[in-house]
């Protein structure tokens, strides 16, 4: 029986396969890598907790890019067009992402939370170094209620470039992104607090500590 190669894997094919036109010949190819991934799942290749990292670290930017390079070097040479190459690799960046966070999920989940808390950061560094940004932080920072509306929106931001960034629902995205940016700046405002309260009983007890007793007048 013939044997054609396909995803690496030898595979035998009736004689008729080859009386196909060549559209019908991809298109059969396809639908056998197709089952064949579904029953041998892909591993996480090129996966690992660096570039889980680096990804959420830039809002899932780089893999969109990475697919959408990809995808214009290869359409001229084949059947597909760019839409459609982009789509495939896509769902390969996409399954291989899954399969690394099955495979090691605390590594993922780390790398994943690590990323993100670094590009929220970077991101608000880059917008405090527009002009009259510092001016509106003074503004927003003077009342809790202005803060935590910067928080929600700066957060609403994040949420939604990352949710374009893996290709998610944009509007979730932000509103997750809002509802996390008024749950951490409400922490923040209540560590400064907390802790402005353990210096001003810290300073109350030295003053004790150093006034005269009446043993020293």
Do not use: C
């Amino acid at each position: 029986m013939p044997t054609i190669t396909i995803e690496g894997r030898p595979v035998n094919v009736g004689k008729e396969f080859f009386d196909l036109t060549p559209k019908q010949k991809n298109q059969t190819v396809d639908e056998i890598a197709a089952s064949m991934a579904q029953a041998n799942p892909a591993p996480s290749r090129g996966m690992d907790a660096s570039t889980v990292w680096v990804d959420e670290m830039l809002f899932g930017l780089p893999g969109k890019a990475s697919s959408a390079l990809t995808a214009a070097v290869r359409a001229p040479f084949t059947d597909k067009t760019f839409g459609e190459e982009y789509e495939d690799l896509r769902g390969d960046y996409q399954a291989a992402r899954q399969r690394y966070a099955e495979e090691s999920p605390v590594a993922n989940l780390t790398a994943s939370i690590g990323g993100s808390m670094m590009g929220a950061g970077k991101l608000a560094r880059a917008a405090q170094a527009l002009p009259g940004v510092g001016r509106i932080s003074q503004f927003v920072s003077q009342t809790a209620p202005r803060r935590l509306a910067a928080g929600a929106a700066a957060g609403a931001g994040s949420g939604a470039l990352s949710a374009y960034g893996h290709d998610e629902d944009i509007g979730t995205g932000a509103a997750f992104g809002a509802g996390a940016g008024v749950a951490g700046t409400a922490l923040a405002d209540l560590i400064r607090g907390a802790g402005r309260l353990l210096a001003n009983r810290r300073a109350v007890n030295q003053a004790a500590q150093a006034a005269p007793t009446q043993s020293d007048l």
